[in-house]
T-cell receptor, first 111, second 111 residues
Framework: NAGVTQTPKFRILKIGQSMTLQCTQD?????MYWYRQDPGMGLKLIYY???????DKGEVPNGYNVSRSTTEDFPLRLELAAPSQTSVYFC??????????FGQGTRLTVV | GDSVTQMEGPVTLSEEAFLTINCTYT??????LFWYVQYPGEGLQLLLK?????DKGSNKGFEATYRKETTSFHLEKGSVQVSDSAVYFC??????????FGSGTRLQVQP
């Protein structure tokens, strides 16, 4: 039972580079989310999706893009990495009957 | 906007001591409330939840009661163990299972 799987676990980017954080879930959840966790802070919602083909902005969407072409996958794209995007990123999934389940996180450093 | 405020840490206790971590929320209506726990190097795990006023969530000896009159959801445990050392997050649902988190409280339990 894999649950929510995020890759990579760690990544160092140079300023201006781009990358995609991958997230996949095998629980057939309609809802998926991306959060970021800055040191000593709670998680902030970046983007979320309530189903394939539907995405919405959360609290802190600037500098990120998402897509949801399948129920299982919800990748997060950083186009021009900035030091302010250094954070730990968590993907989560859920539905109307259950709470959110979280992945293990991706630690991203932008230098 | 909606927000969650929880007591700052770290909280340092001796084993078998009583634990209280305060949490208050601001939201219109009656959001579901949650406590999540994050062990070192891991993602967030749901600890307990309550979906309406006066509900008590409980799990692994932890309890929290949804108090509408004081807009609070304080976490308690009668006797903590070293294995309870972690960061605890209070959260409220903002719709579609997306969450607004508090800043987290680190608990350190000493033998």
């Amino acid at each position: 039972n894999a649950g929510v799987t995020q890759t990579p676990k760690f990544r160092i980017l140079k300023i201006g580079q781009s990358m995609t954080l991958q997230c996949t879930q095998d629980m057939n959840h309609n809802y998926m989310y991306w959060y970021r966790q800055d040191p000593g802070m709670g998680l902030k919602l970046i983007y979320y999706s309530v189903g394939a083909g539907i995405t919405d902005k959360g609290e802190v969407p600037n500098g990120y893009n998402v897509s949801r072409s399948t129920t299982e996958d919800f990748p997060l794209r950083l186009e021009l990495a900035a030091p302010s995007q250094t954070s730990v990123y968590f993907c989560a999934s859920g539905n109307r009957q259950t709470e959110a389940f979280f992945g293990q996180g991706t630690r991203l450093t932008v230098v | 906007g909606d927000s969650v405020t929880q007591m700052e840490g770290p909280v340092t206790l001796s084993e078998e001591a009583f634990l209280t971590i305060n949490c208050t929320y601001t939201a219109t209506g009656y959001p579901s409330l949650f406590w999540y726990v994050q062990y070192p190097g891991e993602g967030l795990q749901l600890l307990l939840k309550a979906t309406k006023a006066d509900d008590k969530g409980s799990n692994k000896g932890f309890e929290a009661t949804y108090r509408k009159e004081t807009t609070s959801f304080h976490l308690e445990k009668g006797s903590v163990q070293v294995s309870d050392s972690a960061v605890y997050f209070c959260a409220q649902e903002r719709g579609r299972r997306a969450l607004t988190f508090g800043s987290g409280t680190r608990l350190q339990v000493q033998p």
